[in-house]
């Protein structure tokens, strides 16, 4: 299983984190090259970002580069530029239709066939408008080079003519509808950053929001968001033991040509045996059980 909590945004103008990002150890380190880049420090950035993606020091870390738009006079140089550094992932910036992505994969096509890349660049789309929201289902279809859709929830909230609020009312229509657009697809959901870096109890209560929505993992603007965010994403012992219980009275089962067996009175059926599995899966992941964290 290929953990996707926490996704580091990192300036690409910020030497210090661009060099450094990879002590932090998030699962992806997201590298932007839009809005966090004045125009001024653009050609910069991408060199910056060029070279990082390139060194062993990230050798051994996901990552994924937020590009500019390919109607802005930065795109085309930004995505030819990572692809050739090697990137994982790129990130589509304010992706409102299909047509978005899959004029994106034709350009990336394009370039890995030109430069002979063997490397199969994935995509991230962001949604960041009501329109985007609207049409996340096909969106989240339309290219098996996507491997998750992600909200992005300041410039959908300027969309909607409202403002942030620290309940997410606003939020909430967007988030059920790109998760299950993403579901949907098999594909990955993201969240969007918690801007207050000072307010660790109200971040923690979003990431477990979200968590229990069914997110697998959030964009963070903060190094010090990332331990709590995998704190928060691990399964508690409580899980992890029910979990080990569940397989076992399965194969006991199974064994002895059971149907049906009972935990604590509750009926352990094939779903049931199936989120046991994805909760071990999970643990071993986060570390837990012998895995890799």
């Known amino acids: 299983m290929k953990l996707r909590r926490s996704m580091l945004f990192v300036p690409g103008s910020n030497t210090a984190m661009v060099c450094n990002a990879f002590i932090y150890r998030p699962d992806t380190v997201m590298f932007d090259l839009e809005d966090s880049v004045a125009l001024s420090e653009k050609d910069s950035a991408r060199l910056m970002v060029y070279h990082a993606l ?12 937020r590009v500019n738009p390919l109607n802005s006079s930065y795109g085309l140089l930004d995505i030819e530029a990572v692809i050739r550094a090697g990137t994982d992932i790129i990130r ?5 239709s299909v047509e978005d992505v899959l004029q994106m994969q034709a350009v990336v096509e394009k370039i890995e066939k030109k ?5 199969k660049t994935k995509l991230l789309a962001a949604i960041e408008s009501a329109q985007g929201v609207v049409n996340a289902v096909d969106i989240a279809r339309c290219s098996d080079r996507l491997m998750g859709i992600a909200l992005g929830a300041e410039d959908f909230v300027r ?29 990955n959901a993201f969240d969007s950053v918690f801007s207050d870096v000072k307010d660790k ?15 697998d993992g959030k964009s963070l603007i903060n190094p010090n968001q990332i331990s709590i ?17 569940v397989i076992e009275a399965a194969k006991d089962a199974k064994e002895n040509n059971l ?5 604590d009175g509750k009926m352990v059926d094939a779903p049931v045996i199936l989120r046991a599995e994805w909760t071990l899966e ?12």
């Open 54 to 65: 390139q060194h062993f020091t990230y050798a051994n870390l996901e990552t994924a580069v």
């Open 92 to 96: 589509l910036p304010k992706t409102d």
């Open 115 to 119: 430069i002979g890349s063997k490397k």
């Open 159 to 187: 969309d909607l003519h409202t403002q942030r609020t620290k309940s997410g009312s606003e939020l909430v229509a967007a988030r059920a509808q790109i998760l299950l657009a993403a579901r949907a697809a098999k594909i």
């Open 201 to 215: 109890e109200g971040f923690i209560h979003e990431a477990e929001y979200i968590k229990g929505l069914g997110f």
């Open 229 to 245: 965010l995998h704190k928060v994403f691990a399964p508690s012992k409580k899980d992890v033991e029910w979990a080990l219980d």
């Open 259 to 263: 149907g049906v067996v009972s935990i």
């Open 282 to 293: 999970l643990a071993k992941a986060s570390g837990m059980l012998g895995g890799d964290e």
